[in-house]
């Protein structure tokens, strides 16, 4: 695959897939997963989840919410695996095979949900061909508590105040700063703001 080809987004059969589990980890996968189904708050928090107790009870206080997104996802064949396996530990192998499902089954909107897929693929993993050396020198208490506050709140209205705490730290990656200004949409796992928190 190069470059081009990954950063594609309107490619009907999405070549992203075929290699995003050999560059993302589990936990970035489930956090695209859990960014596109909506609301996925219990697979979010999975995918940062220390023990397998604490998930348990997560899930089970999300009952609620987990029925509703059931009811929508129901109407897409395929989804209900998505949703399985935000919740469940897997390997990156079948969460990515589960997206894959997920757009061989999509309905008559299948170019709206590959280029949204791909979309948070690129705002999750960002691009493999360019990896960036991220200082800690910009790694400031300023930068930190702006990616902190928008990793918690999934309010990322704050990105481009980011982008200037990192230029003022003595940032100078271009991949860094245009993704931080750029319209998004951003999620939690954002590659920038994963770059900032260490994680």
């Known amino acids: 695959m190069t470059e081009a080809e990954w950063l594609n987004r309107d490619d009907p059969f999405p070549r992203q897939l075929a290699i995003v589990h050999q560059v993302a980890t589990v936990r970035k996968l489930q956090l695209i997963a859990a960014a596109y189904i909506r609301g996925a708050q219990a697979s979010e928090k999975h995918a940062d989840a220390k023990r397998c107790d604490d998930l348990v009870e997560e899930i089970a206080d999300q009952i609620r919410p987990w029925d509703a997104i059931s009811a929508e996802l129901s109407q897409r064949p395929g989804n209900w695996r998505l949703t399985h396996v ?4 897997q390997e990156p192998t079948t969460v990515a095979k589960a997206l894959r499902s997920l757009i061989a089954t999509s309905p008559s909107d299948i170019t709206r949900s590959v280029r949204e897929i791909v979309g948070l693929i690129l705002e999750v993993v960002g691009n493999p061909f360019r990896p960036v050396a991220f200082s800690p020198a910009w790694r400031t208490s300023t930068a930190v508590a702006l990616a902190t506050q928008m990793y918690a709140s999934r309010d ?33 796992g954002c590659w920038v703001v994963d770059l900032v928190l260490g994680k």
């Open 156 to 188: 990322f209205g704050a990105m481009p105040i980011l982008a200037d705490a990192l230029q003022d730290a003595g940032c100078d990656s271009d991949d860094i700063l245009n993704h931080s200004r750029g319209p998004g949409p951003h999620v939690r």
């Open 86 to 89: 935000v919740q469940v530990p």
